[in-house]
């Protein structure tokens, strides 16, 4: 079988607390970044995208930020739910390659309290 | 629609076997990928198909690894013979175009475990 892996880092909130979960690219041409939501046995769904235009973007109850100089994402949840308890992926990519080059984090783990 | 369908959900074989992963894509899209997720290594890109045409198998990792995609709506992930390091999670993913407005959709997976 497979040796022992990373652990995923795990962010534990009570719920209608506000979350926010953090992400360091790597690529410095990276242009298009997306958050996923992954809850288990399931596979990433699309949360929310941004491209390297902006450094901020809101969605129904999230948002993304960017901060290029760094090299910086973070997705906050506002009033968190028991439902947004899920792995969250950044991934990062060059917007005119396609999908193809399309690079994911290692991922959170959001676990919310009742 | 129904999304990306893959199948089956869970698959037990003992090394040595072939394992046949199945996907259909998203009617009308463009792009299928297969991905591979552990723990290790994350979500891992193996392959991917525009029109039905593999495009870039680079993240295969060994001859063992096959994949097909005969008509626009299925495709199959083979491994032969599969051996224990190769379980993961695969995920099959469609998209409709290039158009960085289209999104990404990715199938609920399939949890093989080889024993």
């Known amino acids: 079988g497979e040796s022992v892996g990373l652990h995923l880092p795990t962010l534990s909130v009570q719920e209608g607390d506000n979350s926010i979960i953090n992400c360091a690219y790597s690529?410095?041409?990276?242009?298009?970044f997306i958050w996923y939501k992954q809850e288990s046995g399931k596979g990433p769904q699309f949360i929310i995208d941004?491209?390297?235009?902006?450094d901020k973007r809101q969605g129904q109850r999230v948002t993304v930020l960017l901060n290029k100089t760094v090299k910086h994402l973070s997705l906050q949840i506002a009033a968190t739910q028991p439902g947004d308890s899920a792995v969250y992926f950044c991934?990062?990519?060059?917007?005119?390659?396609?999908?193809?080059?399309?690079?994911f984090g290692t991922g959170t783990r959001l676990l919310v309290s009742p | 629609d129904a999304g990306v369908i893959q199948s089956p959900r869970h698959e037990v074989t003992e090394m040595g076997q072939e394992v046949t992963l199945r996907c259909k894509p998203i009617?009308?899209?463009?792009?299928l990928f297969w991905y591979r997720q552990t723990m290790m290594r994350g979500l891992e890109l193996l392959i991917y198909?525009?029109?039905?045409?593999?495009?870039?198998d680079s993240g295969m990792p060994e001859d063992r690894f096959s994949a097909k995609m005969p008509n626009a709506s299925f495709s199959t992930l083979k491994i032969q013979p599969s051996e224990p390091r190769d379980s993961a999670v695969y995920f099959c993913?469609?998209?409709?175009?290039?158009?960085?407005?289209?999104?990404?959709?990715f199938g609920s997976g399939t949890q093989l475990s080889v024993l």
């Open positions: 993913a469609s998209s409709l175009n290039r158009d960085p407005n289209e999104k990404l959709f």
């Open positions: 690529n410095s041409a990276s242009d298009y």
């Open positions: 941004i491209r390297s235009n902006m």
């Open positions: 991934a990062e990519n060059i917007l005119d390659t396609g999908f193809q080059k399309l690079v």
């Open positions: 009617s009308g899209h463009d792009y």
């Open positions: 198909f525009n029109n039905n045409v593999p495009i870039d």
